[in-house]
């Protein structure tokens, strides 16, 4: 079956930088978007980033131009670079994939927790 495994969260100081890893199996991975999303407490899960199965990206304007979103096609493997971390950010982060032709066909990983605290 599809597996969306999520590693790579942890606490980091404001500032700081992690890089999230979402390892995909059970699935041709290529032919997916793939998305980030978070859920802090108390708050509606929010998309953060996507990248499409052609390599197009977009974000929230919240993390543009200090998280970075990137896939390998051979590896299965969707990353969330996030620099310049805030408190703000913090949250529980998902992964997604959507199939690019039947979008109904979407999967969720179980989450990565990131905490931003001095």
């Known amino acids: 079956q599809v597996q969306l495994v999520e590693s790579g969260g942890g606490l980091v100081q404001p500032g700081g930088s992690l890089r999230l890893s979402c390892a995909a199996s059970?699935?041709?991975?290529?032919?997916?978007?793939m998305h980030w999303y978070r859920q802090a407490p108390g708050k509606q899960r929010e998309l953060v980033a996507s990248?499409?199965?052609?390599?197009?990206?977009r974000y929230v304007d919240s993390v543009k131009g200090r998280f970075t979103i990137s896939r390998d096609n051979a590896g299965n493997t969707v990353y969330l670079q996030m620099n310049s971390l805030k408190p703000e950010d913090t949250a529980v982060y998902y992964c997604?994939?959507?199939?690019?032709?039947?979008?109904?066909?979407?999967?969720w990983g179980q989450g990565t927790q990131v905490t931003v605290s001095s």
């Open positions: 997604n994939s959507q199939h690019n032709i039947v979008s109904s066909r979407t999967y």
């Open positions: 059970g699935m041709i991975f290529r032919v997916y978007h």
């Open positions: 990248i499409t199965t052609g390599g197009t990206t």
